[in-house]
């Protein structure tokens, strides 16, 4: 994918911060810096690449096209450049980052650095009459460029849509390599405890803008699909492993959880660990890893050490198969897991028997982690109260330096107070 930045001047209470885009972002620091705000961003920006909000863009200009056929039924073309595009993309985000956080007043100053390689967009539009066994039909032929799309019918209330969807293929196109993600989703903190709310309640939250309204909109699209056949079903095994089970609508389109053993019981009843990761299940059940883009915050949340490793290698094979993340994280266990790929990579790249042997020592699978893939930042506080994004340099793995300094600390503490007990039964035996 090409360089992409993202400058932040203020969001929230970070400032004066750069991030690099890559397919898997992590955010690492103590709570309440802004992890879920920069997460969020990113989120944004691929919400532009596969969402409707280019929409707004061309409707805000006169150019839907149910106002255009309006004033030319047989055809018509328009043109922007390409900085009008990105003054509406970094403006957007401002809109974007208050809705999703529920804070119309929120500071935000930030801007998308995206190296689109056109200087201007061209679209039009034309009507045809196509035989169709020897009947004559109207269609509209929508084109940017050499790309098209055919609407057959006299087509009405369009909008926006035609537009939207040719210029989300170019740019997909142009950033990310020709990437098929076409889907992005955000799995919210406390995602497991929204899926147990009532229905009326959901709808009240539905009727917000803010991100956990999107959660469950979204939430409700995918429970209605029907599974996919793709290739991707190692990853539903990968997670019904650590889950113990599948995720499933019964014939009264509830969802349940699936054990292993063949039993069955309602979402609703079923432990905390498996309610969060139940969204992420049933997404892999109905898209392919490659054409989704997955803001995951916190994949650790009640979850054991040992399935916290085993997410991590979730993440692992689902970043080298192309899905793209975005992660906020407190586990130094997934980090650590994360780092073990890592090596694992560098170890095979300088010899194949060291890596193979490795493998064998400790039991690992053939799994390994470009750490090209990764753009790691640590969010830290400042004396004057701001937030810094910090980029984390990768040749030793990624850091995660605010979980040393708590283990360092507190397993030093943990010693003096023992030795003080040790200390006082020793005096008091005597």
């Given amino acids: 994918m090409k360089t992409i930045k993202i400058y932040i001047n203020s969001l929230g209470a970070v400032h004066d911060s750069v991030l690099e885009l890559k397919p898997l972002m992590i955010f690492s620091g103590e709570s309440g810096l802004g992890k879920s705000y920069v997460a969020i961003l990113i989120h944004y920006f691929y919400k532009v690449l596969v969402d409707n909000r280019l929409q707004a863009f061309f409707s805000a200009r006169g150019w839907d096209y149910d106002t255009l056929v309006l004033k030319n039924p047989e055809e018509a073309s328009f043109s922007f450049t390409t900085p009008m595009l990105l003054e509406w993309i970094n403006e957007e985000a401002k809109i974007y980052m208050r809705e999703a956080l529920g804070n119309p007043d929120m500071e935000v100053d930030v801007k998308f650095d995206i190296p689109i390689s056109r200087n201007s967009y061209t679209f039009s539009y034309r009507t045809v009459q196509i035989d169709f066994d020897g009947k004559e039909e109207t269609s509209r032929i929508f084109e940017l460029g050499n790309s098209s799309m055919r609407i057959d019918g006299d087509a009405k209330s369009l909008g926006s849509l035609p537009w939207s969807l040719l210029m989300q293929a170019a740019l997909r196109k142009d950033l990310l390599d020709g990437l098929p993600l ?203 109260g701001t937030v810094k994004v910090i980029s984390q340099s990768l040749e030793k793995g990624i850091p995660y330096e605010s979980f040393y300094d708590v283990i360092r600390k507190d397993a030093r503490h943990s010693l003096d107070i023992q030795q003080t007990y040790y200390n006082l039964t020793e005096t008091y035996a005597e």
């Avoid at 300088?350 to 930042?377: E, F, H, M, P, R």
């Fill in 182 to 384: 076409d889907q992005t989703f955000a799995m919210v903190p406390g995602r497991g405890a929204l899926l147990t709310l009532p229905v009326t309640m959901q709808e009240r939250i539905r009727n917000n803008d803010d991100v956990y309204s999107e959660f469950l909109t979204d939430w409700s699209v995918v429970q209605s699909m029907r599974p996919q056949k793709n290739t991707d079903r190692h990853l539903l095994e990968r997670l019904s492993y650590i889950n113990g089970g599948s995720i499933d609508i019964d014939d009264n389109d509830r969802v349940v959880y699936r054990m292993l053993d063949g039993q069955s019981l309602p979402i609703t009843a079923a432990a905390s660990s498996i309610k969060e990761l139940a969204p992420l299940y049933m997404l892999l059940d109905k898209y392919p890893s490659n054409h989704l883009s997955i803001l995951f915050e916190e994949p650790e949340a009640h979850l054991h050490p040992q399935m916290q490793v085993n997410i991590a290698d979730f993440v692992v094979s689902a970043v080298s198969h192309g899905m793209h993340l975005q992660i906020t994280t407190h586990s130094d266990y997934f980090l650590r897991r994360l780092n073990d790929r890592i090596f694992l990579q560098k170890i095979q790249r300088l010899d194949a028997s060291s890596y193979a042997k490795t493998l064998s020592n400790y039991g690992y699978t053939d799994l390994t982690l470009d750490s090209s893939l990764i753009g790691a930042y640590l969010l830290r506080r400042d004396e004057d």
